[in-house]
């Protein structure tokens, strides 16, 4: 049997798991497997060795590398060592563990310069230079995540209670939250009973994406989540030093910048910057991002933002 090598991408909405083989590149004999999303509130090692588990249980196989891009990924240096330690049983011999901005990185851009801009439930862009790193935002729902769909969300139901009391413009917006909450001065009792209320929240964006040309509130929502992602774009290339590059490399990923409005206002505001920006589509997912990452060479400036450990 062909050695093999697991590759996953963790994130809060879902976690995907593929067989690779030894060179990262995915098996054609075997799909992408799903499982619930990652709970950020409790350790990491437990779920990802759970993933594991499963995937050797669906599959048959040993994996003698497993590689993982993971959000909430806060465990530090003590991850990768509990992954292994948790996974010798199924053949792992070496762990590689990532934020899973970074693996999103090199699905999109691979090892080379430039930014990636992700934004759907939450928002996070990551920046690589010839030798930095930077991460901006990706800070949780709380305390970050600006021009995301849950910032977003957040905004529509903002507008929508300013509508109700009186204390803003009348939107379309309300009639959309109305559908779903007919006593509006309810809902918000009813969102925080709901567990899912983070992600229902989010799912709010598609309806301020879908408004924006005919309502101006939406539309002023959308504006607004496009210059909160130019300014994360525009300070993670300067904080890389790739600011003075004549026409630096950009990618954007997520639901949000699948939406006509934020995406062509964020292209004007960076270009309004960079006027030979390059604004690329992603070459590979986060999941073939993952499976690459123990193929970094020790002068990557990404390779320095992975965990490893080897038995």
Request: charged share 20%; with cysteine; net charge negative.
């Amino acid at each position: 049997m062909p050695e093999a090598a697991l590759a996953i991408d963790g994130g809060q909405t879902g976690i995907r798991a593929q067989i690779v083989q030894a060179d990262g590149m995915a098996r054609p004999d075997h799909q992408v497997l799903e499982f619930r999303g990652i709970l950020t509130d409790r350790p990491l090692a437990p779920q990802i060795a759970d993933v594991v588990a499963r995937a050797h249980e669906a599959s048959g196989h040993d994996f003698l590398t497993v590689s993982a891009g993971l959000s909430g990924l806060t465990d530090g240096e003590g991850l990768a060592p509990a992954l292994l330690e948790a996974t010798t049983g199924y053949g792992v011999t070496s762990v590689y563990i990532t934020h899973d901005s970074v693996s999103s990185y090199l699905g999109a851009l691979g090892d080379s310069p430039g930014a990636v801009v992700a934004s759907g439930t939450g928002a996070v862009t990551l920046a690589v230079g010839a030798t930095d790193v930077v991460r901006i935002d990706g800070w949780g729902y709380i305390m970050g995540d600006a021009g995301s769909g849950y910032w977003m969300g957040r905004a529509a139901f903002d507008a929508v209670m300013r509508d109700f009391d009186g204390r803003g413009p009348a939107t379309a917006l309300t009639e959309v939250v109305r559908a779903d909450f007919p006593d509006l001065p309810q809902a918000y009792v009813e969102l925080q009973r709901d567990p899912d209320r983070i992600s229902r929240t989010a799912a709010y964006a598609a309806a301020v994406a879908r408004l924006a040309e005919s309502d101006a509130v939406a539309r002023r929502i959308c504006d607004d989540a496009a210059q909160e992602l130019a300014l994360a774009v525009a300070t993670g290339l300067r904080r890389v030093g790739e600011d003075q590059a004549e026409s630096p490399a950009v990618c954007f990923l997520g639901g949000v910048l699948r939406g006509e409005r934020v995406r062509s206002q964020l292209i004007s505001r960076l270009a309004g910057l960079w006027p030979h920006l390059q604004v690329r589509e992603p070459a590979a997912t986060s999941l073939q991002g993952a499976a690459l990452l123990p193929f970094l060479t020790p002068d990557s400036a990404l390779a320095h933002q992975v965990l490893t450990a080897r038995s």
